[in-house]
């Protein structure tokens, strides 16, 4: 019989579609002052459209190793840390960003590293209910990282929206932004106690709030930089 997909594949399938446009639109716009901080979001959007897209891979072909964990990986550990990266490109002075990359290079390398030499449980993995990275046996460590890299990236990006509205520059941009990657962050760190059902959700609605923000900062700088 043909593949079907479980109900709550409309979920990430929904996501995908809804973030593989995202980064289309994020790239184009190239004003020299934002240009490093559209860079980052793009990427980081790179990473909210892969995590779904593994999701609808496993729906049809099932869970492998490798597809649970780089869905963990892009999905839950880094992406709000390089969604930090650009408010930080944006608003901070070029050598704090660039800080910024190298310990997320760092952590990310880290990340990679340790997921790879994770233990998977082959009976999670072939589950019907559970997503796959729900196999994967993450260490303390692991979920360290994920948390401090959610949790430092949020306040990176909570502070740039306030210190915005007190300079009064990307005022409401930053605060969607700041908003959108705080449900984004909460919804990540809720998969470290296996609430896995609120993590696809809550990136979707995330990334929409985050690309609306984004968008008004790229058409702010771009106006910007005609003048």
């Not at 002052?33 to 496993?58: E, I, K, W």
């Not at 994770?118 to 360290?144: C, H, M, Y």
């Not at 930053?174 to 962050?185: C, D, E, P, Q």
Request: glycine fraction near 8%.
């Amino acid at each position: 019989p043909a593949p079907t997909l479980p109900p709550l594949a409309a979920s990430p399938l929904l996501h995908a579609r809804l973030r593989h446009p995202c980064s289309c639109i994020v790239v184009r716009p190239d004003p020299p002052r934002g240009h490093a901080a559209h860079v980052s979001a793009a990427c980081a959007v790179c990473f909210f459209s892969l995590a779904p897209a593994l999701d609808c891979l496993s729906n049809v072909g099932g869970w492998t190793p490798l597809l649970a964990r780089t869905s963990y990986l892009v999905g839950a550990m880094v992406v709000v840390g390089y969604l930090a990266l650009g408010t930080l490109y944006l608003l901070a002075p070029r050598a704090v960003a660039r800080a910024w990359l190298a310990i997320m290079v760092v952590l990310t390398v880290v990340a990679i590293v340790l997921l790879s030499g994770a233990g998977i449980d082959p009976v999670k993995l072939k589950s019907d209910t559970d997503p796959g990275w729900q196999a994967i046996d993450r260490s303390a460590l692991i979920k360290i990282i994920m948390i401090t890299i959610n949790s430092f990236g949020t306040l990176i990006i909570v502070g740039g929206a306030i210190f915005s509205a007190a300079r009064g520059r990307y005022t409401a941009a930053n605060i969607l932004i700041a908003l959108g990657t705080f449900i984004v962050a909460f919804a990540g760190s809720l998969t470290a106690f296996g609430r896995a059902e609120f993590h696809s959700i809550g990136q979707a609605l995330g990334i929409t709030v985050i690309f609306i923000g984004f968008l008004m900062t790229m058409t702010m700088a771009f106006a910007r930089d005609r003048r």
